[in-house]
């Protein structure tokens, strides 16, 4: 079963505004990452959130966490066609092992 | 620094025939995993690989799947009979050592069992 459930499920905007993709998850985790997949192709990571962080930035990616609510929102900034993608939280529960449970992604469409 | 390879990219096979895929890790990466994406998922781990030792492997379909692992580099994939069901998207993804958690993914191998 997935851990991580984003929402929107799916999300279309036009080029230059921003896109905010939330993901919530059940058990404790030592980290949250998010990461990217463009149609047809592999994953690519985007940004790693420890859980002793509260945010994170990089270019224009936002990330923040929140462990009291088992929540972290990804913000996309001044978005571009070229960010239409699938975007997914994965998280690393801290029950022991290295396991990394991915949700089922936000997909994006950003209009030009 | 190449990523990680995968082969085939796509295979279309009948049901009850044989399948393999396979995956070549990034240089010096320790941990390999194999996932298994369904349309419109995220992955889901079928195994993970630390070397040459299969570290957490509970979500593998034991009657019909195996993998290996051999010298703790590439992988393989196999599929014994496929069926039906068994069509997604096979990603193979690899780690370095040290405490990061990034893991860095291949394109897949993308089945379809008719």
């Known amino acids: 079963s997935q851990q991580g459930e984003e929402d929107p499920q799916a999300l279309s905007i036009q080029e230059g505004e921003n896109a905010t993709m939330n993901c919530s998850y059940k058990?404790?985790?030592?980290?949250l990452q998010w990461y990217r997949q463009n149609s047809g192709r592999g994953l690519v990571h985007l940004i790693l959130i420890r859980s002793n962080e509260r945010e994170k930035h990089s270019g224009r990616l936002r990330v923040t966490l929140d462990t009291s609510k088992k929540s972290s929102s990804l913000l996309i900034t001044a978005s571009r066609a070229a960010d239409t993608a699938s975007y997914f939280c994965?998280?690393?529960?801290?029950?022991?092992?290295?396991?990394?449970?991915f949700g089922a992604g936000t997909r994006l469409f950003v209009k030009a | 620094e190449a990523g990680v390879v995968q082969s085939p990219r796509y295979k279309i096979i009948e049901k009850k025939q044989p399948v393999a895929f396979w995956c070549n890790p990034i240089?010096?990466?320790?941990?390999l995993y194999w996932y298994r994406q369904n349309l419109g998922q995220g992955p889901e781990l079928l195994i993970r690989y630390e070397n040459e030792e299969a570290v957490d492997d509970s979500q593998l379909p034991k009657d019909r799947f195996s993998a290996e692992r051999l010298k703790g580099v590439d992988s393989t994939l196999k599929i014994q009979p496929a069926e039906l069901g068994d069509s997604a998207v096979y990603l193979c993804a690899s780690k370095g050592g040290g405490a990061a958690d990034t893991q860095y993914f291949g394109p897949g191998t993308r089945l379809t069992v008719l």
């Open positions: 058990t404790s985790i030592n980290n």
């Open positions: 240089s010096g990466h320790n941990t």
């Open positions: 994965a998280t690393a529960p801290n029950t022991g092992g290295f396991k990394t449970i």
